[in-house]
Nanobody, 123 residues
Framework: QVELVESGGGLVQAGGSLRLSCVASGRAASRYDMGWFRQAPGQERKLVAAIKSSDEATVYAKSLKGRFTIARDNAVNTMYLEMNSLKLGDTAAYYC????????????????WGQGIQVTVSS
């Protein structure tokens, strides 16, 4: 069992930056592979980026690589998402997930989601 809590969202102007954090707690929390997802109103939840626990290998949504950077610090059971050059289209609720990363693909565990945090990019 793992619990996930996101922080760091908010309102930012287009072109600005934000860093999201996700703290994981629970047994063996640091052993989980983890990912960030986002969901805009009326749209499905989609993978933003994921990071493997063992070697910190990463995978990104193709459209976001270069602007977003995922990282983790297993010593404090925290995953981060650095978001730069934010665009209006980045407005969404962002969720962290604990799951599995195999062969370059991330598989979300449906039972391990954070509560979500809103990121709003204004013009």
């Amino acid at each position: 069992q793992v619990e996930l809590v996101e922080s760091g969202g908010g309102l930012v102007q287009a072109g600005g930056s934000l860093r999201l954090s996700c703290v994981a707690s629970g047994r063996a929390a640091s052993r989980y592979d983890m990912g960030w997802f986002r969901q805009a109103p009326g749209q499905e939840r989609k993978l933003v980026a994921a990071i493997k626990s063992s070697d910190e290998a990463t995978v990104y949504a193709k459209s976001l690589k270069g602007r977003f950077t995922i990282a983790r610090d297993n010593a404090v059971n925290t995953m981060y998402l650095e978001m730069n050059s934010l665009k209006l289209g980045d407005t969404a609720a962002y969720y962290c997930n604990a799951g599995a990363y195999n062969n370059g693909r991330y598989y979300a565990d449906r039972d391990f989601w954070g509560q979500g945090i809103q990121v709003t990019v204004s013009s």
